[in-house]
């Protein structure tokens, strides 16, 4: 399932748009946090109750509403501190920042603000995982043609800020558009054409 050492990623899909939500959790102390929640919340419940987790934290990695519909509704279910970006107009407990972190049994989690495909992106980084929401999937990338997004930041904020990471980072998505559901960003690198670009210039013609 991967995971930071001590962390374990427990990835659920959901919903009619192939979406996928994610339990992170730490083992020894049984802390976690659920990431997104779309369309349904048993799934998600479901799992934390099976493995008895504690939920300290429930967050959004942008404000769609396939990724938010139930996710006050989940954050009140499992009785944890709903986590949005400083710039979403998501109603939450409490706005985090660029670089932030956020403590998960005895481990944390780093906020990584990418812009692009909404202003409020987000994507949360264990050290090994990366959880990417709709910046960056398997094969592809966020769309930019809705409101708030932009091509120009989603490609900086995927080429300065997450290619930036180890390269055995492995990206987790926010729906399963690929042909596989997880994949290494050294892997990911040969083949997605938004990696591939060299120029904002070159992307946005391939975005086009």
């Not at 102390?29 to 934390?48: C, H």
């Not at 990724?67 to 400083?86: D, N, S, V, Y």
């Not at 800020?161 to 980072?169: A, D, H, N, S, V």
């Not at 050294?186 to 013609?205: I, M, Y």
Request: charged share 25%; hydrophobic share 35%; proline share 4%.
């Amino acid at each position: 399932m991967g995971g930071n050492p001590g962390l374990k990623v427990r990835q659920i899909e959901v919903g009619s748009m192939q979406n996928f939500v994610y339990v992170l959790s730490d083992e020894a102390t049984r802390e976690a946090m659920a990431i997104d929640s779309g369309w349904e919340i048993l799934p998600i419940t479901k799992v934390v109750s099976e493995q008895k987790y504690r939920v300290r934290y429930v967050i959004a990695t942008h404000q769609h509403f396939d990724h938010t519909e139930t996710i006050g509704q989940l954050a009140m279910k499992l009785g944890g501190e709903l986590l949005a970006h400083e710039s979403s107009p998501i109603k939450c407990d409490r706005r985090v920042s660029d670089g932030q972190e956020i403590e998960i049994g005895d481990h944390a989690v780093r906020v990584i603000h990418t812009p692009g495909h909404t202003e409020d992106s987000i994507c949360i980084y264990d050290g090994r995982d990366l959880f990417t929401g709709d910046t960056l999937f398997v094969d592809a990338w966020g769309r930019t043609d809705l409101p708030g997004g932009s091509a120009e930041k989603l490609y900086h904020s995927i080429h300065d800020k997450i290619m930036t990471l180890p390269q055995e980072t492995v990206i987790y998505p926010g729906h399963d558009y690929g042909d596989v559901p997880f994949r290494t960003l050294a892997d990911e690198a040969k083949s997605n054409p938004v990696l591939l670009a060299k120029s904002v210039e070159e992307f946005l013609r391939t975005n086009s």
